[in-house]
């Protein structure tokens, strides 16, 4: 390693700071061996007669088997969100819905630790996150919308808004319980009904999520949520009697479901990849903007789809920021995502972390030069140590397709002009972050960024009242905000 | 010499409007227009796939410059396309009598567009203001969403009310800030022409409006499919066309919407929420910092 000349004293994490596990204890979280399908406010057994098994990927032990869903399957659940939105969601007084939905926030915030350490152990994402983020947030969600249900005709002006039916709703596995709250919240408070289906790696907090809406006593049929694979995805998406799709995913699959309801009178909202900008001026509080790219590219372990996964460094401070970024990333703690001090968890499949390690290969084989924190990863359960990429060239394919890992791809820049035009130059168009002290510049690059949302002085912020989604082929259609109810309603 | 009293009449060349020039197709070819009773009424340039993408080019470098103005200004310019049209009133209803219409129809067609010009105008600096938000957020941050202009839209004009069709097509999309690529309706391209021309002296950037006449089931495939282009418009119910629309979009996620339900002489054919169907959300946040720690009741 080349030695380094500055002044600044680099971290030491390594010597007396050696932390003992703090373990979460994993008693308030009860995991049955078997989850059937959530059908008409019951658990049904497949008719497929089929199960598969979830596992922890920080360990590779199964937590349990879930049933996996076929056609049949998925026409029963869709014929129960039929009826119970003709028969009851669609009459019922919009005051009546709110309170339903004020009733599951409410639950998933009393039961909030046990949500917090299933979805770290079915999914891999540190504990902290899990605790102080995933799961409150998603409480907040069904919070925020359960009061919009009797207030629509306040948010479109001059029009009246109208349930569309039956949303056919895929959700992935990096936010698991989060992002069914993102779709079912505002699905229910707007009069539709639901039809759900988890990631086929994390279905456990979803169907913890259907207790809760059983122990609601929401109306039978009105969320249904159903296990399986891409097939039980395909099998939502060409169902004949859904109105709506609502897709968070890869881009890849977001084109398939665009040009499967082609023809048919479904309409759909896309959440889809990113490959985000993150900039470096060289006026900005550099420690605070360290920090943010760190957060940006290594929360859930990079799989999150506004990921700061590009980050542009102004010329001028750019080695100084490549250092700072090399010192901080030795003072992650990689390691069981059930540990309360762990920063960075387990990547989610041994498929994901195959698709990140042949990232990594295809960055140094295009001529990236590649820096990996020193630190030790667990010999079981899949992991992958922060990884950096300096010399990075804007072709190359660590900067221009989504990773979905903590894979960083470093870029200088001199002008404005030139970052804009590289920040831009991506067929996604989901998030970007921007890094100045000065507030002209703040407005001109945030208003430049063809991106849907775009954090300045910070980033992966998330909020109910803040829409999300994406420009270009990161999607279209909003999720949070008043503008998130667009998604599932027909204006008149 | 014998003389006459009649004067020969100046035939008007019928051509496509790209880029704020008026070229013929690059591919030579035409098609005749013709009224019901067979009249003929021009040679109309049957555009190809490669006057598409030629105007795609000027669309996408008309972009940066039309959705940078001031919202006030595009207000000032739709303004201004409304009082050239005024202006000329007397040729597009000459034009839209010799496609058929009765003379009370052909007034009554231009004077909506025009009126639906002057509507739109009023929208441009008015509709971010009623579809923006701040959003109280939880955290310490400042946020708020807004809309902005999707991008390079594609457009296939109504078969039915050639110009009041065209106008109530053009006008939220371009109020909005995108830039856009026509195609005027088949058998009745004359005004969409005359349009241009309309455009052309309204102080509209050249390339925001670009106007192709031309054969729908030919071009529309590449409508759907350009890769540089962000959203895609279609105002029939032909089924098999939407379907491919739908299809063909997904390659870049092209925005789509069809429009084969909206009756454009009625009032529900001109609302702010068309131009919002050409418009992207952008949400912003900043963080608060709270300096000195001054507290609530400063």
Known sequence: MATKKNNTLKLKFDSARKLAPAPESKSAAKIDPQYDLFINGKFEKPLSKKYFATINPATEEKLSVVAEANSSDVNKAVGAARNAYEKVWKKMPARERAKYIYRIARMVQERAREFAIIETLDGGKPIRESRDFDVPT???????????????????????????????????????????????????????????????????????????????????????????????????????????????????????????????????????????????????PLDQAVEGVINGIFFNQGHVCCAGSRLYVQESVYKEVVRKLKDRIETLIVGDPIDKNTDIGAINSKAQLETINKYIRIGQQEGAEMHQSSCSVPGKGFFCRPTLFTNVAQSNRIAQEEIFGPVLAIQSFRTDDEVIEKANNSAYGLSAGVWTDKGSKIFNMTTKMRAGVVWANTFNKFDPTSPFGGYKESGYGREGGVHGLNAYVNIV | MATTDKRLEILKTYKIYIGGQF?????????????????????????????????????????????????????????????????????????????????????????????????????????????????PVASSHFNFSVPEPTGVVAAIAPQADSLLGLVSLIAPIIAGGNTCIVLAAHSKPLCAVTFAEVLNSSDLPGGVVNILTGKVSELIPFFADHMDVNAVVYCEADSSNQKMIREKAAMNLKRVSFYDKVKWAHEEGQSPYFIMDFQEIKTTWHPIENIGGAKAGY
């Open chain 1, 138 to 284: 998603a409480a907040n969600h069904f919070f925020y919308y359960a009061g919009w249900a009797d207030k629509l005709e306040y948010a479109f002006p001059n029009r009246n808004a109208v349930p569309m039916g039956v949303a056919g709703q895929i959700i992935p596995w990096n936010f698991p319980l989060l992002m069914a709250a993102w779709k079912i919240a505002p699905a229910l408070a707007t009069g539709n009904t639901v039809v759900l289906k988890p990631a086929e790696t994390t279905p456990l907090t979803a169907l913890k999520l259907a207790e809760i809406i059983q122990e609601a006593d929401l109306p039978p049929g009105v969320v249904n949520i159903i296990t399986g694979a891409g097939a039980t995805g395909a099998a939502i998406v060409n169902h004949p009697d859904i109105n709506k799709i609502a897709f968070t995913g890869s881009t890849e699959v977001g084109k398939i479901i665009q040009r499967a309801i082609a023809g048919t009178p479904k309409k759909a909202t896309l959440e889809l990849g990113g490959k985000a900008a993150n900039i470096i001026f060289d006026d900005a």
């Open chain 2, 23 to 135: 070229p013929r197709t690059e591919s030579g070819r035409y098609y005749i227009a013709s009224s019901n009773k067979g009249l003929k009424l021009a040679n109309v340039c049957l555009c190809s796939r490669k006057d598409f993408r030629d105007a795609v080019v000027a669309a996408r470098g008309a972009f940066g410059g039309w959705s940078g103005r001031a919202a006030f200004n595009r207000g000032q310019i739709l303004y201004r396309i409304a009082e050239m049209l005024e202006g000329r009133k007397a040729q597009f209803i000459d034009e839209l009598m010799k496609q058929d219409a009765s003379r009370a129809q052909a007034e009554n067609e231009v004077s909506l567009c025009i009126d639906r010009l002057i509507y739109y105008s009023g929208w441009c600096d008015k509709f971010q203001q009623l579809f923006s938000t701040v959003n």
